[in-house]
């Protein structure tokens, strides 16, 4: 009885929260390039330090990446968001990962197993105004990965983003 109340629960959660498995997730349209997507928040990174919007200062493009460590397309473009994330430092790009906290187990090893250093912050209770920013996005589909791209002052550029991709000339164009 507690393996069937398990796996209806377990089903239940890959409903709320899919992960996209193509290689070329879906685009979806952009949202109005004046309305900040990711204004003014406080959250934690995975080793307990406070973080804030001023994460954002000083950087041309930012990329804001939901992932979880179940999800295969994820956790398989982590070591590519690492290298873009090294490779386009000196142009003002940075990634910053973004885990909801229900999925802490596993994130520290497969962090460590893919090699990334960027920043990743924990989204925090449904209050909060990062989870309102990325869970609350209006283009979220309920899918991950999903990324999407801010400046400085979290201004949405570009498109949102379901699914793992190649970021590479998204990333050139986006700094241009």
Same mark, same amino acid.
């Given at each position: 009885?507690?393996?069937?109340?398990?796996?209806?629960?377990?089903?239940?959660?890959?409903?709320?929260?899919?992960?996209?498995?193509?290689? &070329?997730?879906?685009?979806?349209?952009?949202?109005?390039?004046?309305?900040?997507?990711?204004?003014?928040?406080?959250?934690?990174?995975?080793?307990?330090?406070?973080?804030?919007?001023?994460?954002?200062?000083?950087?041309?493009?930012?990329?804001?990446?939901?992932?979880?460590?179940?999800?295969?397309?994820?956790?398989?473009?982590?070591?590519?968001?690492?290298?873009?994330?090294?490779?386009?430092?000196?142009?003002?790009? &940075?990634?910053?990962?973004?885990?909801?906290?229900?999925?802490?187990?596993?994130?520290?090893?497969?962090?460590?197993?893919?090699?990334?250093?960027?920043?990743?912050?924990?989204?925090?209770?449904?209050?909060?105004?990062?989870?309102?920013?990325?869970?609350?996005?209006?283009?979220? &589909?309920?899918?991950?990965?999903?990324?999407?791209?801010?400046?400085?002052?979290?201004? &949405?550029?570009?498109?949102?983003?379901?699914?793992?991709?190649?970021?590479?000339?998204?990333?050139?164009?986006?700094?241009?």
């Amino acid at each position: 009885m507690k393996r069937i109340v398990v796996l209806i629960v377990s089903i239940a959660l890959l409903g709320l929260v899919g992960c996209a498995a193509s290689e &070329q997730g879906g685009e979806v349209t952009s949202r109005g390039a004046s309305e900040a997507v990711l204004g003014t928040f406080a959250a934690t990174d995975m080793d307990g330090n406070a973080v804030d919007e001023s994460i954002l200062s000083g950087k041309k493009v930012t990329m804001i990446n939901l992932w979880a460590p179940w999800c295969g397309p994820c956790v398989g473009e982590m070591p590519d968001l690492q290298k873009l994330n090294e490779k386009y430092a000196d142009k003002g790009f &940075q990634v910053i990962g973004v885990i909801d906290e229900a999925d802490l187990n596993n994130a520290d090893e497969t962090i460590k197993n893919t090699g990334v250093k960027y920043p990743i912050l924990k989204l925090g209770d449904s209050s909060s105004a990062l989870y309102q920013a990325v869970i609350g996005h209006p283009e979220f &589909q309920n899918a991950i990965p999903f990324s999407f791209f801010v400046d400085e002052n979290g201004k &949405q550029i570009g498109q949102a983003y379901t699914g793992a991709y190649d970021w590479e000339p998204i990333v050139e164009e986006l700094l241009k």
